[in-house]
Every structure is written in C-alpha cells, then in structure tokens.
C-alpha cells in the first residue's frame, strides 16, 4: 500500500488585518447649540468725558470642532460580507480601546507621529493663538497602541479642559493633505470617562477646521481591545 500525502494550505484572504476599522454612526447625532458670545459691558458717559475702561472678551474658534460619546459594539471572526460570524466575541468598555476621527481613508499601517505645524500646513490654520502649533502643547506622550501596527507613542497632545477627562493625539500616514491626519484618543469606562459637559462618555476628540470653508465631514474609526 501505498501512502498518499495530502498537503493543506492555507490561504489568508484580504492581507493584513488592522483592528482599527470604519465606526457606524448609531442614532441621531446630536449638536449642541454655538456659543453667541459674551453679553456685552456698557458704560455711560457725556461729551467732555475721557473715560478708561479696560476690556476682557472671549471670541469661539473656528478652527476646532470637537465630538464625544459612546461607544457599543463586537468582535468578530467574519467574511468580508461581514452578516454571517464564524463566533462573535462580547466587547463592553471595560476592555478599552482607541477612536479616531480622519477625513479621508488614512492608512494606518503607516501611522506615525505628527507635529502641530504639520496640521496647521494642511488645515491652513494660520498663525494665531488657536492654531495646531498653540494648541498640542503638552509635551506626554499618547500612548496610543493600534493592533498590528507599531506604536504611535506621539507627543502632538492636547489635554482638555476640566471636567472633562480626554486628550487628543494627531498622527498622520505618509502624505500631507487633510485625509492623512487623524486625531486620536484612548477610550475611557463610561463610569471614569467625563465630557466636557461632565457627562459619562467613553471618548472626546478636537479636530481641526479650515477657518472660512464652512462644513467639513469627517469619518470615525473606532479599535476595540
């Protein structure tokens, strides 16, 4: 008898596997209503009269948006179809994860640190007191960790301003225009995460806008753990 060698090979379909995928948007979006300002001072006077009066004033940016929320979901071993799951695994907050928010497809196999005169470049954010270099100021690093692509340890950070409990990271892949930035945060618990609201949240993310172009649309990308 003769005996028969049966060699099986396998296949990995698609490349590599980056576990920071496209987020669905679950709901409606909630907006909160624009700041209209300061009430303004008066002060009375009379022809003939020289009177000092100093000023303080606060103006709204429009050069960062920011968004926050929560967030739900699985993990999966799926098909590219995505409706049939070889098993899906429970996933709750506690086991953490990132979100990200980038205006294009941004190649993540290709994060890498990016510095706040490169979003000002992109954004064409000028050189005033809000831009991305006066903003990510701090320098600790993120620490952020997608899966099965190396480490962005960045230090374009920015730490919100209390209650809330984020900061915001930018990394970018190889090229230089909007869609090759993204701007990243760790998830927190919905019991230790606080927005700036400080209402239980699991994210809080600034991102750049182009002062003068009106509405920009950006895409959320959520890992998680």
């Given at each position: 008898?003769?005996?028969?060698?049966?060699?099986?090979?396998?296949?990995?379909?698609?490349?590599?596997?980056?576990?920071?995928?496209?987020?669905?948007?679950?709901?409606?979006?909630?907006?909160?209503?624009?700041?209209?300002?300061?009430?303004?001072?008066?002060?009375?006077?009379?022809?003939?009269?020289?009177?000092?009066?100093?000023?303080n004033g606060s103006?709204?940016?429009?050069?960062?948006?920011?968004?926050?929320?929560?967030?739900?979901?699985?993990?999966?071993?799926?098909?590219?179809?995505g409706t049939n799951?070889?098993?899906?695994?429970?996933?709750?907050?506690?086991?953490?994860?990132?979100?990200?928010?980038?205006?294009?497809?941004?190649?993540?196999?290709?994060?890498?640190?990016?510095?706040?005169?490169?979003?000002?470049?992109?954004?064409?954010?000028?050189?005033?007191?809000?831009?991305?270099?006066?903003?990510?100021?701090?320098?600790?690093?993120?620490?952020?960790?997608f899966t099965n692509?190396?480490?962005?340890?960045?230090?374009?950070?920015?730490?919100?301003?209390?209650?809330?409990?984020?900061?915001?990271?930018?990394?970018?892949?190889?090229?230089?225009?909007?869609?090759?930035?993204?701007?990243?945060?760790?998830?927190?618990?919905?019991?230790?995460?606080?927005?700036?609201?400080?209402?239980?949240?699991?994210?809080?993310?600034?991102?750049?806008?182009?002062?003068?172009?009106?509405?920009?649309?950006?895409?959320?990308?959520?890992?998680?753990?």
């Amino acid at each position: 008898m003769k005996w028969m060698y049966l060699v099986f090979g396998v296949l990995l379909l698609g490349g590599l596997s980056f576990a920071m995928s496209n987020a669905s948007i679950l709901g409606s979006v909630v907006e909160r209503g624009r700041w209209l300002g300061m009430t303004g001072g008066n002060v009375t006077t009379e022809g003939g009269n020289i009177t000092g009066v100093n000023l303080n004033g606060s103006t709204l940016t429009d050069r960062w948006a920011a968004f926050y929320g929560n967030v739900s979901g699985n993990i999966r071993l799926t098909d590219s179809v995505g409706t049939n799951n070889v098993y899906t695994w429970a996933w709750n907050d506690s086991s953490g994860g990132s979100v990200c928010f980038s205006e294009g497809n941004f190649a993540w196999a290709s994060a890498a640190t990016a510095t706040g005169a490169q979003v000002d470049t992109a954004f064409a954010l000028g050189t005033v007191a809000d831009n991305a270099a006066g903003t990510f100021t701090d320098a600790a690093a993120c620490g952020l960790n997608f899966t099965n692509v190396a480490v962005v340890d960045t230090s374009a950070k920015v730490t919100h301003t209390s209650p809330s409990t984020f900061w915001t990271c930018a990394i970018k892949d190889t090229g230089a225009a909007k869609a090759d930035f993204a701007f990243c945060t760790n998830m927190s618990t919905s019991t230790a995460g606080k927005n700036w609201n400080n209402e239980a949240a699991n994210y809080e993310i600034m991102v750049p806008t182009t002062p003068g172009l009106g509405t920009e649309t950006y895409y959320a990308f959520a890992q998680l753990n």
